[in-house]
């Protein structure tokens, strides 16, 4: 069988690459989407490059018709605007083209004050009004979804893709892969089986005709397809593979690609060869929270989401419980470290607690999660009488966790800590700061309206692009432009996000602005 399938493939006379090489067709697909989405249902119809934002809005060329009754994903959403401090009709008269390619600008926010990521995805799962075109174009919804499941927030996405209503191809390709990586994917196959207007790529097909017990129907799939001349050979090796591994056990897998899609991700591991996690995007590591996999990945796993905030830190913190480290550094230390401190906690004993805190919190920012631990540590620290040591971390735990009472608590008499405190009080003016940075934080907090550069976009009803270009000033390069940073938080006071720029300047100073 294995030579008949070779022979199939020196026939076949169509290659397309779309499956197992999705970054060399990225730039044809629509502006929303991310580069290892599945090639699970027949791509719609490229759309031209985007341009640069204009200065004014782009208005719809086409007149949208809609009924009275009639609603549109873009106004989908998890929770009320108004419940992150934002006006429904935020959207204004932006386009959705035009919110789509301001949104697709911000960095990835490694880098960014951990609070904007949380503000970011606010926004993203929020109800708003939606965009003045969109009856006639979903680009804007499409990277709403596509920036949550970058994050990681698979659940959330899923969930709005849920509510905006009846499958539709693109909606239904990440509803797809949010399936497969949460392992959820008999639902999906059984829409493919039921819903034929998504049209289900050969791969897909499949995987879920076998995945639904049709293997019969799913190797006769597969070898249509072979003969049409519409697989890479690289795509029938792994098919076969997956269809009887057992028949085809000593030939060689195709080479794993760099940047598997979920689908070929899924593929690999039904094989018996499932591709790491580590090095792909954050939305793989939900993957490995699977109680089949091994502690160590689970540990990393739960670590890289709970950094993204796409994990709850309780979570985290049960899966450090589930062993004892097997080995020094590194991961392991991390949870010695941490485990030391939830005992010390548990107990109530502050002596323990001072050993154990700033360790602790050396692993919580070594894991990249330092945001929601510091909401969760700070729960336990109220009725504790801590070692100056100890508490100089316990300040910047409280700052962090936006605790301004627990905060003053442990500020000390470190002028640095005086002047963020005062900050966190929204006492803007009370100190001068101790340098650039600091001096234009205590600037944008203390200045009333947006600067010039912010307001024709308000005035001109774009609030959401000018929120999109604050949070791209601040999530990158923050600290090495002070003016624009100083720009940015009016901008945010200016909408009504006072609590979000006093803790983005927080956070700013925290990292970047010591003296």
């Known amino acids: ?110 880098n960014a004050p951990p609070v904007l990521n949380r503000f970011l995805r606010d926004v993203l799962i929020g109800k708003f009004d939606p965009p003045v075109d969109a009856a006639i174009d979903d680009r804007f919804f499409l990277a709403r979804i596509d920036r949550l499941l970058s994050m990681g927030h698979l659940q959330e996405a899923d969930e709005i893709i849920r509510r905006a209503g009846p499958e539709e191809p693109r909606r239904f390709r990440r509803a797809f892969d949010i399936a497969l990586l949460t392992g959820t994917e008999t639902e999906a196959c059984r829409i493919i089986e039921n819903v034929p207007d998504i049209s289900p790529t050969y791969p897909a097909r499949i995987f879920c005709l076998a995945r639904l017990g049709n293997w019969d129907v799913a190797a006769l799939t597969l070898g249509n397809a072979e003969a049409l001349g519409i697989l890479t050979p690289e795509e029938e090796e792994l098919l076969l593979h997956f269809l009887d591994p057992e028949l085809f056990e000593g030939d ?108 602790a919190w050396r692993a919580a920012k070594a894991g990249g999660y330092e945001k929601a631990f510091a909401k969760w540590v700070a729960e336990h620290l109220g009725g504790l009488d801590l070692s100056d040591p100890a508490m100089r971390t316990a300040f910047e735990i409280a700052l962090l966790a936006e605790d301004a009472v627990l905060a003053e608590r442990f500020v000390g008499d470190r002028s640095e800590n005086r002047f963020l405190l005062a900050i966190a009080k929204g006492h803007r003016s009370a100190l001068p700061g101790p340098n650039m940075l600091a001096q234009a934080v205590v600037r944008g907090l203390a200045a009333h309206g947006p600067s010039p550069t912010y307001r024709v976009l308000i005035e001109g009803d774009r609030g959401g692009e000018a929120l999109f270009r604050a949070l791209l000033q601040l999530m990158d390069g923050a600290a090495g432009n002070p003016h624009a940073t100083q720009q940015s938080l009016m901008l945010l006071r200016s909408l009504g996000l006072e609590p979000l720029a006093r803790q983005v300047a927080i956070e700013l100073v925290l990292e970047h602005g010591k003296a």
């Open 252 to 359: 060689p897998l195709p080479a794993p690609p760099r940047l598997p899609s979920p689908l070929q991700f899924r593929l690999f591991e039904a094989v018996g060869e499932r591709i790491p996690t580590e090095q792909l995007p954050v939305a793989f590591a939900v993957a490995d929270l699977a109680s089949t996999t091994g502690w160590k990945a689970r540990l990393r796993a739960a670590e890289r989401l709970a950094a993204a905030d796409a994990l709850p830190i309780s979570r985290l913190l049960d899966v450090y419980a589930e062993g004892k480290p097997a080995a020094s550094g590194g991961i392991w230390e991390r949870v010695s470290a941490v485990g030391s401190l939830v005992i010390a906690l548990e107990a109530e004993n502050s002596d323990l607690v001072s050993t154990a805190l700033a360790p």
């Open 1 to 110: 069988m294995a030579a008949s399938s070779a022979f199939l493939r020196l026939t076949c006379g169509l290659v397309f690459a779309q499956f197992l090489l999705p970054a060399a067709w990225a730039s044809d697909q629509p502006l929303s989407a991310i580069d290892w989405l599945s090639d699970s249902v027949t791509p719609p119809q490229a759309e031209s490059a985007p341009n640069d934002l204009d200065p004014l809005a782009t208005l719809p060329s086409e007149i949208a018709v809609l009924p009275l009754d009639g609603s549109t994903p873009d106004g989908v959403g998890l929770q009320p605007a108004e419940r992150f401090g934002l006006a429904p009709g935020l959207w204004g008269r932006s386009s959705a083209g035009d919110l789509a390619r301001a949104l697709a600008t911000l960095p990835d926010g490694s």
